[in-house]
């Protein structure tokens, strides 16, 4: 069973990274080419059936972006679902807001080194 990429969540992958948020190409452009001690993330990577900002494979980690749609109660449930499902699967998760990429892009760097 194919868990990462898979073909079927492609075209989705592909239009939320043409329609990529400001925050979400700040920080790709921090990160990016291994700009971050060497990391290699990939962004709008599939892991089963999610699809997750920015993936780091070497670190088992996945950074999420959360804009103003992640602050209803509807949607903090299904992030929280999403989270636990992910760490069963031995993923380590660092949620971002947009403001803290935006406004201050050194701390979330440093956090996400640590």
């Not at 452009?29 to 709008?44: A, D, P, S, T, V």
């Not at 209803?72 to 929280?80: G, L, M, V």
Request: proline share 1%; glycine share 4%.
């Amino acid at each position: 069973m194919q868990v990462h990429n898979k073909k079927s969540l492609l075209e989705i992958r592909r239009a939320l990274r043409v329609k990529s948020t400001p925050a979400e190409e700040c920080l790709w452009q921090e990160i990016r080419n291994g700009k971050l001690n060497g990391l290699k993330f990939k962004r709008q990577h599939s892991i089963g059936n999610y699809i997750v900002d920015f993936y780091c494979a070497s670190k088992r980690l996945i950074i999420e972006l959360d804009g103003e749609v992640h602050f209803t109660k509807d949607q903090q449930e299904k992030d929280k679902l999403r989270d636990l499902n992910l760490t069963e699967m031995d993923f380590k998760i660092l949620r971002f807001t947009n403001t803290q990429v935006l406004f201050d892009i050194e701390q979330v760097k440093n956090t996400i080194l640590q």
